[in-house]
């Protein structure tokens, strides 16, 4: 009997292990949500109540697009293969009715207010909050003559800011892809954590973030929707870089203790915000030396053509890469390896070109991670801590190595 | 001809008005979403995308409960009756799923993130952002040996506050209610655009507001949902009422240019937020000399009874009304005409109270609206203007009437 016994219980546990499977909430669930549920393998749970609804899927962004299963309890369930660390974007459409899931927090992207669930990356502590000294985060009201109205950017300062009051700092600013907006980098890419524990072990230089909404009008302009085509992008890029350069930049000059000169102000962005950078920093070198590419650039080569020509893209600028090694300290260039095709190819094109050019720049490929925000959060971790540790006229020195 | 021609074109103009309605999508839409929609009379339009479900319904939570009508295009359509001024919080039922508006901006409130859709009212500046100077909206990250966590909270700065270095400034801690979280008086009630009109028009004085969560869980208690229990809410009072003196206090006073006195220290909040305000304070009046309650308040009175007790309620501490004078500058007790029955009977009983034992106090009744923030917003812009005009042992002076 006891034999039996020591089966059934061993039995018992197995199953229970099954049952179980190390599957807990995820950190972007709102307080007390059970689900989403995220397991060691990196697999997502999600359950949405609909006791009434004929079909349910959930439709993640980057990932699989999978019906969802209605259980005997009314409540739909699906559970989706191993997944790449990070956040990602979901939506659940009930019977076609595409919406977000009620226990995740929302988080803007896709040009509305989505759900998205943290999938962890183990030994990865750099985006969380960790027992370091923290920075703050600012919302701030600038007002832009360029847009005739009051715009909305978020500011973080380091550790310190508030006590040190006779130091001035450099100043990245940090641009959000298309459909999302300024609050982009702070929920969703936790910059402001990364900052703080790049900061903290000593490996970046103590620096302000500022992240605007890069959806700009100019005055007068007729109301239109947020933008799709490359060719409105870019003009939107034109406007949103008269709104940077002519109002925020000031505004940021005016109201925060900067180091306002180009060797202390660096731009980058991830995706359409990376689009802009280029475009609004090779047309203003004469503001900023540091510039970054998060699976966004303009890479100035039409359909055919193999290579970018630095003679003439980008104003001239890397005509000379010798000159410009100089003139501009950092040119950082990212990928995830795992992004669609197209991203990845022009992106691989605007390297090689840079390459064989003899132009330097870091280029730095994510493994493992799709257009998505763990890539974008990994570029930000390589790209702040070799920021302003150069001056104009010196060499390009080498840069420490990004704490990991 | 002609006349004819004049009778269609009036008969055009009659039937192109009655179309158009002056109905015009709300403030609180994403950018691009013509739904929901607002017109002149206050009614509400929403419109979701459900092409395959058989019932939907929108439900506004202080408001209508209504089916909406499926239209050929696939789309299902609502118009409310006139409603209240006011931001009013809703979710859409679509085959039984509680979904939020994919059109609506995501406010935290009901323990998710809701949708929201802001009905204007007529002539008031008071709570949107106005060509004035603007404060900031900082987020902090304090720790708390009570939570033993790390803990975010929202602090208003007011315009100036980075450029006056020699200024020191009072301090306002305000709370949301149950279902909300520290974001709710900035996202929802505009508490930094009251302050910043109110400090414009000189009726206020500069001030710095705090905001918290008033969730907490003391270090080494077992995680359980938020609460709904009253004694429950007691209990967790007690834990953020520790949190709130013995960490976040501090944390506030060390890193910012506070007066650290109980006469330039106020405490107020609304529903929930304004219960755990009466008992935070009245268990810490060597901290705080402001107190407001707005559409919450703890009343110690048993069911029975018709009145508070004064001799024992609130530590006795209003048992001699001279004393309790010149102790407490401004207790504020705030109440929407449409509240709910139960709401409004309890808030009556106290100014009734204090009313027969002659304690002074100042008691405000928001015409018109519910259990919602724009009782909320009108509480604040009738409770702000009365900090920090008295000094201790000074009688209490007339406040300067609240700006319109």
């Not at 549920?37 to 899927?57: C, E, H």
């Not at 000031?250 to 990376?274: E, K, Q, V, W």
Request: proline share 6%; glycine share 10%; aromatic share 10%.
């Amino acid at each position: 009997m006891r034999q039996i016994g020591l089966a059934i219980f061993l039995l018992a546990g197995i199953c229970a292990a099954q049952d179980n499977s190390g599957f807990l909430p995820a950190t972007t669930n709102v307080p007390g949500a059970e689900y989403p549920r995220v397991d060691g393998n990196s697999r997502v749970q999600i359950r949405i109540k609909a006791p009434d609804a004929t079909k349910v899927k959930v439709n993640f962004w980057s990932g699989p697009k999978v019906d969802m299963e209605k259980q005997p309890d009314g409540f739909w369930l699906v559970t989706t293969p191993p997944m790449a660390p990070g956040l990602h974007y979901y939506t659940v459409i009930i019977d076609g009715a595409e919406v977000s899931d009620p226990s995740s927090y929302s988080f803007y992207g896709g040009s509305k207010d989505a759900s998205a669930v943290e999938v962890p990356e183990p030994g990865a502590t750099y985006y969380s909050a960790q027992d370091v000294p923290h920075g703050q985060v600012r919302e701030v009201w600038y007002h832009s003559d360029v847009t005739g109205t009051y715009r909305h950017a978020m500011v973080y300062t380091p550790p310190g800011y508030d006590t040190q009051t006779r130091t001035r700092y450099p100043v990245l600013y940090l641009q959000h892809g298309a459909g999302e907006d300024e609050t982009g980098w702070i929920r969703q890419g936790h910059a402001n954590f990364i900052l703080d524990n790049l900061i903290a072990g000593g490996s970046c230089k103590p620096m302000l973030v500022v992240m605007a909404n890069g959806y700009a009008k100019r005055a007068g302009q007729s109301a239109t929707a947020p933008v799709q085509q490359m060719a409105a992008m870019q003009q939107m890029a034109a406007v949103f870089g008269d709104d940077l350069t002519q109002a925020l930049i000031p505004y940021i000059d005016s109201n925060f203790r900067t180091m306002a000169d180009r060797d202390h102000r660096a731009m980058a962005g991830l995706s359409m915000g990376g689009m802009q950078t280029f475009t609004i920093t090779f047309n203003h070198l004469d503001l900023f030396s540091y510039i970054g590419g998060f699976s966004g650039a303009s890479v100035p080569a039409a359909p055919g053509q193999d290579k970018v020509d630095f003679k003439t893209a980008y104003n001239g600028a890397m005509a000379d890469p010798a000159a410009f090694a100089k003139r501009v300290h950092v040119l950082f260039v990212g990928i995830g390896t795992d992004e669609p095709a197209r991203m990845h190819e022009n992106i691989e094109k605007l390297h090689k070109s840079l390459l064989d050019a003899e132009i330097e720049h870091v280029y730095y490929e994510s493994p493992g991670t799709a257009h998505e925000w763990q890539t974008w959060r990994r570029d930000l971790k390589e790209f702040a801590p070799r920021l302003f540790k150069t001056t104009s006229g010196g060499k390009l020195t080498q840069a420490a190595p990004s704490a990991n």
